[in-house]
């Protein structure tokens, strides 16, 4: 039986595991079956738990960076529990909250169903992996600022209506706009691999 070694360069992924183990855990303390004796209630323990999660996400993100310890799994197993955590999060807001929730959950679902199945063919094939853009990141800081408003209130969405609907609306536009910029760079991507691949002629 082969002996598991011990790799400095698999931290980030142990994180990425960890933050994937939490989204369980988020999901039964959203709905109340995880910590009913706690002083605070189901939402501000969830939003406790996506916290934790996010900055998980910021620490493999640096430890990976800054380290070098950058990994092929790495590069999918990131954005996956990302991605998952994302519209894990999204439909419990729709569930319990509905009205603008509901379609900002059906956009996040179909959009990152596409980009995930998009950007694992075209690492598999074309050996393309997905980058950021800033309406991506943009995307990413609104998420967040909708998440702590819904969550630092006691009933939730309630008592913020006005600011989740504006949150969501603006949040709904950049990740259009990520997106379209995500599918305009795949295609530039992929026509300059297409091009490399093809032999130069050889001058007459």
């Not at 379209?180 to 795949?186: Q, R």
Request: glycine share 6%; hydrophobic share 55%; charged share 15%.
């Amino acid at each position: 039986m082969k002996k598991y070694r011990f790799s400095k360069n698999q931290i980030p992924n142990y994180i990425s595991v960890f933050r994937i183990l939490l989204i369980p855990v988020y999901v039964l303390t959203f709905f109340g079956v995880l910590g009913k004796n706690l002083p605070l209630g189901p939402l501000q323990i969830a939003g406790i738990v996506f916290l934790i999660a996010g900055f998980s996400d910021a620490l493999d993100g640096f430890l990976a960076r800054h380290n070098g310890w950058i990994t092929d799994i790495g590069k999918l197993l990131d954005p996956f529990a990302d991605k998952l955590l994302e519209v894990v999060v999204t439909v419990c807001l729709a569930i319990e909250f509905g009205g603008p929730f509901v379609i900002l959950s059906a956009i996040i679902v179909v959009k990152e169903f596409i980009m995930i199945v998009g950007a694992y063919l075209m690492m598999s094939r074309s050996n393309i992996y997905v980058s950021a853009v800033w309406c991506g990141k943009l995307a990413t800081v609104v998420w967040y600022l909708l998440i702590c408003v819904v969550h630092i209130s006691p009933d939730g969405a309630g008592r913020n209506m006005i600011l989740c609907n504006s949150l969501c609306i603006t949040l709904i536009l950049v990740m259009v706009m990520a997106f379209v910029i995500y599918v305009f760079n795949y295609a530039v991507q992929i026509q300059t691999t297409k091009e490399a691949m093809i032999p130069k002629q050889k001058k007459r």
